[in-house]
């Protein structure tokens, strides 16, 4: 079968798939190489292996013990988040940390150490995973926590699928007083109120995000929306709606283009009138915007998108973050969403895990070919200044050498890697 991420770029790999539906069951028999997969919503290649195996891990799909007093839930790894927040917000719990989308599965979660919006006071996903059973290729099984098998747990931990196969978790939900969520949203025109509104929010909101306009130029640069929320005890709310839209097939050409990327972060930008706005949320639309419209991948044409996320230090973060604006509006490419966000001082667990002390910026590119890759290696010259990071989980073009200096303990992963598990991304930044 062919197939492809969720940018849809590399183009499609040939690949077998396996499908699990049995946890206690060996591996299927596979030729060549294999990688486990999830729901397929990692960007790049990470989540490919052109000319081995798929094992897909979504027939893992059943929870094996829930406790509504403690929020400790039992579950296989093809569960998606979106199955666990059915199961457990009605009976008042919810993800401790979640993506920007909840189609992922638990498996996915673990082996990209997934971070969210509040990431300041909660850290990575795995700091909420009390355990995992492993699978190994020779049949091997073992327990992985931060007691037991603590090395493993550490290489598997944003180890994107090398190590094994996760067949079931434990999880550590969090306790919250609804599905509501008061959000405030502040209209800000550059950098240094951007930073301010992130200090002076961490101590008393555990959701903060922005929004920021990646076409503006001069004076109107690092202008955006800074949104800062918490859980709310009100007992009803907006709801979303119930029909899922969706783009129904894929247009010839994008519909993202410099032009129409303007026009929507102007009209976008000047939304709300006032500086700050208050609005109880739904955590639906709050976290999940695009979940709302299926497929909406498809927008960016035939070929694709590249998603693009970095993370700068702290001391760097402000002057990086103007570089790398100026760098993408003067290309006249961008991104219509922008998210920007301050990452806290948690260690993250994993060997390979992405977020650190600093400043983190996301964005999708619409892949125009040469002038696309030249602009994403531009701004690659400015991370690697700064001494930041890139995300591999999102990645589909990142030079090897860039990779091994944004992740310098990336070779000690290999006493843990899987002899026969591999994928094009592993591929393409170690051989």
Not at 145 to 152: C, G, Q
Request: glycine share 10%.
């Amino acid at each position: 079968m062919s197939g492809t991420s969720w940018g849809r770029y590399p183009r499609p790999a040939q690949q077998h798939l396996l499908m699990l539906r049995d946890r206690a069951a060996p591996l299927p028999p596979f030729s060549g190489s294999a990688l486990p997969h999830g729901n397929g919503r990692s960007y790049g290649d990470s989540c490919l292996n052109d000319g081995g195996t798929l094992l897909c891990t979504r027939g893992l799909d059943r929870f094996i013990a829930f406790d509504p007093a403690s929020g400790v839930l039992r579950c296989e790894a093809g569960v998606l988040l979106a199955d666990i927040l059915d199961l457990a917000v009605g009976q008042g719990w919810f993800l401790p940390v979640t993506p920007g989308t909840k189609y992922v599965t638990v498996g996915g979660a673990i082996a990209n150490d997934v971070h969210g919006k509040n990431h300041h006071v909660a850290g990575c996903f795995s700091e909420h995973v009390n355990g995992f059973e492993l699978l190994r290729s020779d049949g091997s099984r073992r327990w992985c926590s931060k007691t037991e098998n603590a090395d493993w747990f550490a290489a598997t931990v944003a180890g994107l699928g090398l190590t094994g196969v996760i067949t079931w978790a434990e999880l550590r939900l969090q306790r919250v007083r609804g599905p509501w969520l008061g959000c405030e949203t502040h209209r800000f025109d550059n950098l240094d109120e951007f930073f301010a509104l992130s200090a002076a929010s961490e101590r008393d909101y555990e959701y903060t995000v922005a929004w920021i306009d990646c076409a503006a130029r001069g004076a109107a640069l690092g202008r955006g929306h800074f949104i800062r929320a918490n859980h709310a005890a009100a007992s009803d709310g907006p709801r979303p709606g119930r029909r899922r839209l969706g783009v129904p097939l894929t247009p010839p050409l994008s519909l993202i283009n410099g032009l129409s990327l303007r026009a929507f972060n102007t009209l976008y930008f000047h939304r709300q009138r006032g500086r700050v706005s208050h609005a109880l949320s739904h955590y639906e639309p709050y976290f999940y915007p695009l979940d709302a419209i299926a497929d909406w991948n498809r927008i960016y044409g035939p070929r694709g998108f590249l998603q693009y996320q970095c993370v700068l230090p702290p001391a760097q973060a402000q002057a990086g973050l103007e570089e790398l604006l100026r760098r993408i509006a003067a290309s006249g490419s961008g991104s219509f969403l922008a998210v920007l966000k301050v990452f806290g001082t948690r260690p993250s667990a994993g060997i390979l895990s992405f977020p650190r002390p600093g400043a983190t910026l996301a964005l999708d590119f619409p892949n125009n070919g040469q002038a696309t890759f030249a602009l994403l290696d531009a701004l690659d010259e400015v991370v690697a200044g700064a001494g930041g990071a890139v995300y591999p989980a999102k990645d589909a073009r990142l030079a090897g050498e860039r990779f091994r200096q944004y992740f310098p303990a990336w070779n000690t992963l290999e006493p843990y890697l899987d002899p026969r598990f591999s994928s094009g991304f592993w591929r393409r930044v170690t051989e």
